[in-house]
Structure formats: C-alpha cells, structure tokens
T-cell receptor, first 111, second 114 residues
Framework: KNEVEQSPQNLTAQEGEFITINCSYSVGISALHWLQQHPGGGIVSLFMLSSGKKKHGRLIATINIQEKHSSLHITASHPRDSAVYICAAKGTNFGNEKLTFGTGTRLTIIP | GAGVSQTPSNKVTEKGKYVELRCDPISGHTALYWYRQSLGQGPEFLIYFQGTGAADDSGLPNDRFFAVRPEGSVSTLKIQRTERGDSAVYLC????????????FGPGTRLLVL
C-alpha cells in the first residue's frame, strides 16, 4: 500500500464542471503539496498547505489533518486545466524534507 | 528570473555506459532535490542537498547512483553502468531553504537506456 494515494486515477469531465481530486496519506505529515504536471513533464507547484484551506483563482485545496485527507477542487473547469495532478506529502521529522508522491490523477476537460 | 534548468533535456545511452545529468537551481536557493519519475508513476525521491552537503540520500536506489553539489549551486546526478531500468525522467527541484518552502521543479531530463 502506498503511503500517499490519490483518487480517481483518471477523470474526464465537461468544460464548466466542478472537479474534485482526493488524496489520502497514511503517515504523519508536516505539509502537503499539490502539483500540476502538463504533457512533456513540466511540474508546477500549486499549493503547499499544512492546515485548513487555500484558494488561488479557480483552484481550492483543503486538508483535514485528523482524517489524513486532502482535496483539490477546480471550479468552472476549462480544457486548459487538463493535466496530471499530483499530491505529495512531507514528513514530520525535522530535517526530513523529502516528498512522498501519489501516482497522480489524469484530468481531461472536454470542450 | 530564471527558473530551475536541467540539461540535457533528453539523453539516450547504451546499457553499461556512464551518464551525468545537470541541474541549475534558482539563484539563491539553498535546497536542491533530485527525483525520478517512471512512466505512469508519480515522482520518487532520490536525494536532497542543503548547501553543499547531501542531507538525505536515502532514495538513491543503489551505489551506481551518486550526486554532487560542490559549490552549493549546480548539482550533477551521476549514474554508472546504466541499466535499462534506469530509463525515466529525472527531475530536479530547488527551494529557498529546506524547511517548509515551496519546491520549484525543472523540466526534467528524459533518460533512455537502450
């Protein structure tokens, strides 16, 4: 069992739909990252959060530390949102800075 | 300013050869990370540097893999006696400092071992 799991693995939706991608982790963490990876490999960091909720434009990330669960939401989805979304957890040990990644959710938004 | 850059963008080599992959972090970033991403998988941690020293190399798969950052800026990931299973995208990221900072990723080097 992976320490960080995402669901769904693949998601196809119509333009304008509200999107939710889930991430569950089994270890204690100090922070959780949401990353976006477009075809060709470039990775962009979307959010880093350790509690509560963050919003940037149409993207919202939430985390529930007690339930070891985070969600990434996209409102009014657009074809340009099509990408792989990856969550990654950073451990709690001071000095342990490595990220443990989920396998990603491939999102396709159809016009 | 410039982001994280990696060279080469693509590398094709033969089994058994030696390869070097280079990462130029964002200027002033003290922490540098190497990850490996196999097809269809999420990235896996290899090693991270704080300054010149390797703070955590627990992700290096075996002693064929080695990384250096002699002046605390550019880093080189070295792979000896490459195997077909080493084929992957090798990603580099940097952050201002190690603790609690956003990591900025480079475009990756796609390594193919024939």
């Amino acid at each position: 069992k992976n320490e960080v799991e995402q669901s769904p693995q693949n998601l196809t939706a119509q333009e304008g739909e509200f999107i939710t991608i889930n991430c569950s982790y089994s270890v204690g963490i100090s922070a959780l990252h949401w990353l976006q990876q477009h075809p060709g490999g470039g990775i962009v960091s979307l959010f880093m959060l350790s509690s509560g909720k963050k919003k940037h434009g149409r993207l919202i990330a939430t985390i529930n530390i007690q339930e070891k669960h985070s969600s990434l939401h996209i409102t009014a989805s657009h074809p340009r949102d099509s990408a792989v979304y990856i969550c990654a957890a950073k451990g709690t040990n001071f000095g342990n800075e490595k990220l443990t990644f989920g396998t990603g959710t491939r999102l396709t938004i159809i016009p | 300013g410039a982001g994280v850059s990696q060279t080469p963008s693509n590398k094709v080599t033969e089994k058994g050869k030696y390869v070097e992959l280079r990462c130029d972090p964002i200027s002033g970033h003290t922490a540098l990370y190497w990850y490996r991403q196999s097809l269809g998988q999420g990235p896996e941690f290899l090693i991270y540097f704080q300054g010149t020293g390797a703070a955590d190399d627990s992700g290096l798969p075996n002693d064929r893999f080695f990384a250096v950052r002699p002046e605390g800026s550019v880093s080189t990931l070295k792979i000896q006696r490459t195997e077909r299973g080493d084929s992957a995208v090798y990603l580099c990221a940097s952050s201002k400092q190690a603790s609690g900072e956003t990591q900025y990723f480079g475009p990756g080097t796609r390594l193919l071992v024939l």
